[in-house]
């Protein structure tokens, strides 16, 4: 008899990923952002893209006027790490 074994699709590696819609590339920017109508200046969202979707993310939110800054993901995590000390 031989048991029937599920794989999940799921990752259990911690590397982000994209935040385009489907995509399940690795991030490799991030992409701050806020919406002056409900966020306080110095607030920043966060979306990660990985190079295929950059910059059609950095249009979707500059066209709307969100777009802070973009800088590579290891950027922003060592920028998080001094922040941190």
Same mark, same amino acid.
């Given at each position: 008899m031989t048991d029937n074994v599920s794989v999940s699709d799921e990752t259990t590696d911690e590397t982000p990923s994209c935040s385009a819609k489907g995509c399940r590339a690795a991030a490799v920017w991030v992409l701050a952002w806020n919406n002056p109508k409900i966020h306080t200046? #110095?607030?920043? =969202?966060? &979306?990660?893209?990985?190079? #295929? @979707?950059?910059? @059609? $993310?950095?249009?979707? $939110?500059? +066209?709307?006027?969100? $777009? =802070?800054? +973009? +800088?590579? $993901?290891? #950027? &922003? #995590?060592?920028?998080?790490?001094?922040?941190?000390r």
């Open positions: 200046p #110095e607030r920043r =969202k966060t &979306w990660l893209a990985c190079d #295929e @979707h950059r910059e @059609h $993310l950095s249009q979707f $939110l500059g +066209v709307r006027g969100f $777009l =802070k800054d +973009v +800088v590579t $993901l290891a #950027e &922003w #995590e060592s920028a998080g790490s001094a922040a941190d």
